[in-house]
């Protein structure tokens, strides 16, 4: 993959205000906001992505990909510009081992550090024809009723205002368009911390959620030397804080837990987070909507807050293109609400249960020998790694009942005519897919071609698919309606998620 391109604002400084009308204003350049934006590039929407960074982050941060997360990251094209990153069967619920593996073509946890995840969907993102303005600092956002604007001001001082269809707020967990609307953000406060750090130049044993009689301590060192270390006193009360904490407190609170020193180490990145728990009252605000930590905040255990933001732009990009180029079906943006904000809570509630596993003292203890037996029964096993993973997500898409409706679209191998293909191949344009699995699809007059491909395709013998005559999927890979050679219900299930012709 060639280099991302260059993060800047395309406009020289005028010295004098400046306006910027575009179809959707994506402020945050995190991974959500880029996938996001490539999303409605991808269906010929103007997106603007505003950053207050001056180029794309440096930051360890999150660096595991869930099975959902990869699949989806299929669907675009995008998982060889990834490389080749390790797989690891192997995750946790709560710090208690859990083995990952489910039926699937990417099984278990992949290390991709974020700064190569960014740099992959910039790339995308912009060659695709999104605009990135770097060094922008959001001042006010205001729904028109008509259009939304947002007062900025750029790297120079400049003030900019955008104009828009929509704006999408995708800047994080301390998300300024959260605090400069004022969006009910209701849940629990932080009680307990972890302090994090990239370290050179120490020798310490590497742990994997290590329960000492003073607190829990990981660490693992990475090719290149670098040793990320992770701890948490127990008893410790989360601070309130301004910014990072020092390396300093870092490595006292590590000597505390572990009786090692690594004073003597250079930090490269320190951080913490902690246990608050939030979820927004609604996802969409008029014409203003969240996504990703914007929309939720979390503990980022196992990688679950980065993979629960990117799906959430994946549900929600599709859906944004069409009420704004006017095709969408009426409540079709709705929807992104009632999927996202259920998903978001159930996510929310898992990772409580996780933090109070993780950090909790002496007094979890009965509570994960009792869950660390339930683990080893096979259905309670995969019941939680589907749960992490993402690939328990199912949607109400209404119509007649059908085991795959609202589930994810199985990957599974199809033949169309000579061509072996995937049904990952079939969703790469970014439209909906008819396909016919038995014999053409039925027949429906109604299906707007500029919107829905239709294919018909061979299954092999034992799939999921078995016994299914057609499918209707949407954009973002789940099952709108499936079911036999008459097509009950299919014209419906057309009019509801992909409007008229």
């Known amino acids: 993959m060639a280099a991302a391109p260059r993060r800047d604002d395309p406009a020289p400084p005028t010295g004098s205000a400046r306006t910027v009308d ?14 996001l934006a490539g999303e409605l590039a991808l269906r010929g929407i103007r997106a603007t992505l505003v950053e207050r ?42 710090g208690i081992p859990l083995d990952l593996t489910l039926p699937g073509p990417y099984p278990g946890q992949w290390k991709v550090p974020q700064t190569r995840t ?33 007062a900025a001001a750029d790297r120079h001082g400049t003030p900019v205002t955008l104009r828009a269809d929509f704006l999408v707020a995708c800047d994080g967990q301390d998300s ?8 009910d953000f209701p849940g629990v406060p932080a009680a307990r911390e972890l302090l994090r750090a990239d ?14 009689p003073g607190g829990l301590a990981v660490a693992a060192r990475n090719p290149a030397g670098v040793t990320r270390v992770m701890v948490h006193e127990f008893g410790a009360a989360a ?30 990145w320190v951080n913490h987070f902690d246990d608050e728990n939030r979820l927004l009252s609604r996802y969409r605000h008029g014409r203003v909507l969240f996504a990703g930590d914007a929309a939720h905040r979390q503990m980022p255990i196992g990688g679950q807050a980065l993979n629960l933001g990117l799906q959430d732009a994946h549900n929600l990009g599709w859906k944004l293109a069409a009420t704004v180029d006017g095709t969408a079906p009426a409540a079709l943006l709705d929807t992104y609400d009632a999927e996202r904000a259920a998903v978001g809570a159930a996510v929310l509630t898992n990772i409580r249960a996780q933090a109070l596993l993780l950090l909790g003292g002496p007094e979890v203890e009965p509570l994960r020998t009792v869950l660390a037996e339930l683990v080893a029964r096979e259905e309670v096993r995969a019941r939680l790694a589907a749960m992490i993973s993402g690939l328990d997500v199912r949607y109400d898409v209404g119509g007649p009942d059908h085991p795959l409706r609202g589930a994810r679209l199985p990957h599974v191998g ?12 079939l969703l790469r344009s970014g439209r909906g897919l008819l396909l016919g699995l038995d014999g053409p699809p039925p027949r429906v007059d109604a299906v707007p ?44 299930a057309v009019a509801r998620w992909f409007g008229s012709p």
């Not at 797989?87 to 619920?93: D, N």
């Not at 050179?200 to 000492?212: A, C, K, S, T």
């Not at 870092?250 to 930090?267: C, F, L, Q, S, Y």
């Not at 500029?450 to 890979?477: I, N």
């Open 199 to 212: 370290v050179e130049g120490i020798d310490i044993p590497n742990r994997r959620f290590e329960r000492l």
């Open 414 to 425: 199809l033949r169309t005519g000579d061509i072996v293909c995937t049904a990952a191949d």
């Open 176 to 183: 300024t368009v959260r605090a400069l609307t004022g969006a």
């Open 22 to 35: 575009t179809q959707v204003i994506v402020v945050g350049a995190g991974p959500v906001g880029l996938l």
């Open 53 to 94: 960074r001056h180029g794309p982050t440096t930051e360890s941060r999150a660096s595991t990909l869930h099975a959902r997360t990869m699949e989806l990251l299929d669907t675009r094209g995008l998982l060889a510009d990834l490389g080749d990153p390790p797989c690891e069967p192997r995750g946790h619920f709560g």
């Open 118 to 150: 960014e740099a992959v969907l910039e790339e995308w993102a912009l060659g695709l024809g999104a605009d990135l303005r770097c060094g922008h600092t959001l001042h006010a956002v205001h729904d028109r009723g008509t259009h939304v604007e947002a």
């Open 449 to 492: 071609a500029d919107r829905v491909d239709t294919v018909a395709a061979r299954a092999a013998a034992g799939s999921p698919l078995d016994g299914t005559s057609a499918v209707l999927v949407r954009p973002d890979g789940y099952v709108a309606w499936a079911g036999g050679p008459d097509g009950d219900g299919l014209a419906e």
């Open 239 to 268: 601070r309130e804080r301004a910014g990072a904490p020092h390396y300093d407190e870092v490595a006292a609170a590590w000597k505390r837990v572990t009786g090692e020193d690594i004073t003597g180490g250079t930090p490269l």
